[in-house]
């Protein structure tokens, strides 16, 4: 295995890719803030200290780049081409499952900081630690952004105790990564 912390880099692609879907919602876009932020991680590998997490490393990378694009955008429609729209209109199923349509209205309800959070912690695996470091945030603060989109998920979807919690980290991961949330 090679010292050289850019070998590391590749690993982290799909879960860099899943990330800035989650936030931007728009695969040309996300494909194009994951470049952005290989490029960026690439020009100051340097500043990269061995032996610490490099994925909350890039995903620090990558979470500044979209909000400095958000910045530099202002205030446009996110759903320009109406896809997100088109996918309201599906009727959910009459066997009282949770649909992923349904969880798909809830989730883009959640603010972008409680939205950010639950991937990170629970779809992505993060520890508090390293969600709040990827945020630039205390520990507390990351807890109370999970705690509140889990409890806000789980009253837009009208989920009840532990089903909420475990409901809410399977259909925000099958949302991330694109599929179905797994059965129970």
């Known amino acids: 295995m090679s010292d050289d912390p850019r070998d590391e880099i590749v690993e982290h692609l799909p879960a860099l890719r899943a990330f800035a879907l989650s936030l931007t919602r728009n695969g040309a876009v996300a494909d194009d803030m994951v470049q952005d932020t290989l490029v960026k991680a690439w020009s100051k590998i340097n500043t990269f200290e061995k032996g610490t997490n490099m994925r909350a490393w890039l995903f620090t990378i ?96 009208h989920l009840e105790g532990e089903e909420g919690l475990e409901m809410t980290d399977q259909a925000t991961m099958a949302v991330v990564s694109g599929g179905r949330p797994a059965a129970r």
Do not use: W
């Open 62 to 157: 990558l979470r500044n780049t979209y909000y400095s694009n958000r910045r530099k955008a202002g205030r446009e429609v996110s759903d320009a081409e109406g896809i997100f729209t088109e996918s309201l209109s599906e009727k959910p199923a009459h066997d009282g499952r949770l649909q992923m349509a349904d969880f798909r209205r809830a989730f883009v309800k959640l603010t972008d900081e409680q939205r950010e959070a639950l991937i990170l912690v629970g779809a992505q695996g993060f520890s508090y630690e390293d969600a709040a470091e990827t945020c630039g945030v205390a520990v507390g603060t990351i807890k109370s952004r999970v705690n509140r989109a889990r409890a806000r998920l789980s009253e837009l979807l």
